[in-house]
């Protein structure tokens, strides 16, 4: 409490040469002692909400919720330069945040640090929560279930974040849609050398295994990791990985031995540049004795 006392109190005199810069903003732009009625009642909505599970969409909700829910029981517009920014260019914010909507680990384009998308405005992801609850909450008949219904929201229950996201048209297709639309657009594995897989007569010894993509990928982020059959099936790799020069395969090596059954799996650490994850793809094999 001491610390984050200080840290919502500092002002204009306040010492923050030692601050990273992006301290010196939210200060300039969010004026937080300033005011002081809606953070408390921002960070005391949060204490009646559900956890949020570990996703762009989930995060935005929560803080978006708890934007919204302040303004209205203080009577207060939101001092979060993102909400009339993204007032102001709903159609581009909107886009871009379907772009990256099941992208994972893209937070920090849009809550929680700098953006560096084309905006350059942090928090937009509040604006998006801050509209679905906003519109959601108009569209109630009943005002005082609707206001429940978003501080209570459930996480964990993906009816119901689609149907709370869904009712209000917020965003352009439903989320199921959007959805199919990310996953036909995800790079694939289209085959390995040799084709060993669902086979049943590997030859044992150390074995040399490409695995070709649809489309080039990064060529920096790699994930092998057990299958559905668990760690018992997983085989012994050797920590070199070697792309090819296009990026559209790569490399591995397996010490594998007679008479097993082995599985793995290519997860989605695998990406292309801009960041949107490949479909897992499992290996299954068996050598011969």
Same mark, same amino acid.
């Given at each position: ?22 301290? &010196? ?7 937080? @002692? ?7 009642? &921002?960070?005391?909505? &949060? ?21 919204? +829910? ?5 009577? +207060? ?12 260019? $709903? ?28 905006? @350059? ?25 609707? +206001? ?18 869904? $009712? ?122």
């Amino acid at each position: 409490m001491l610390i984050g006392s200080e840290y919502a109190l500092a002002g204009p005199a306040t010492n923050m040469a030692d601050l990273p810069q992006r301290f &010196h903003a939210y200060y300039r732009d969010f004026k937080p @002692r300033e005011n002081l009625a809606l953070l408390c009642t &921002h960070e005391y909505v &949060h204490t009646q909400q559900n956890q949020p599970v570990d996703n762009l969409l989930s995060n935005c909700l929560s803080e978006g919720i708890a934007e919204f +829910i302040s303004c209205k029981a203080t009577g +207060i517009a939101s001092n979060t330069p993102a909400i009339a920014f993204g007032k102001l260019n $709903t159609e581009k914010v909107v886009s871009q945040y379907v772009k990256d909507l099941f992208v994972m680990f893209n937070d920090y384009n849009w809550i929680w640090g700098e953006n560096r998308n084309e905006f @350059r405005v942090r928090d937009l992801g509040y604006y998006i929560g801050y509209s679905i609850a906003e519109r959601y909450y108009e569209l109630s008949a009943d005002k005082g279930k609707a +206001i429940r219904e978003l501080i209570e929201l459930d996480y964990t229950n993906d009816a119901a974040v689609e149907h709370l996201v869904d $009712t209000t048209r917020f965003l352009p297709k439903k989320l199921s849609e959007l959805y199919t639309d990310y996953d036909k657009s995800r790079p694939r594995v289209i085959a390995l050398s040799p084709s060993i897989n669902g086979t049943k007569d590997v030859a044992p010894g150390l074995t040399r295994i490409t695995v070709h993509f649809s489309e080039p990928l990064n060529g920096i982020n790699t994930g092998i990791d057990f299958g559905p059959l668990g760690p018992d099936y997983f085989p012994k790799l050797s920590p070199v990985r070697v792309w090819s020069d296009d990026k559209r395969s790569i490399t591995l090596e397996a010490d594998l031995k007679p008479g097993k059954t082995y599985q793995f799996m290519i997860d989605n650490t695998f990406r292309r540049e801009d960041q949107v994850r490949i479909k897992p793809f499992v290996v299954e094999f068996s050598t011969k004795e």
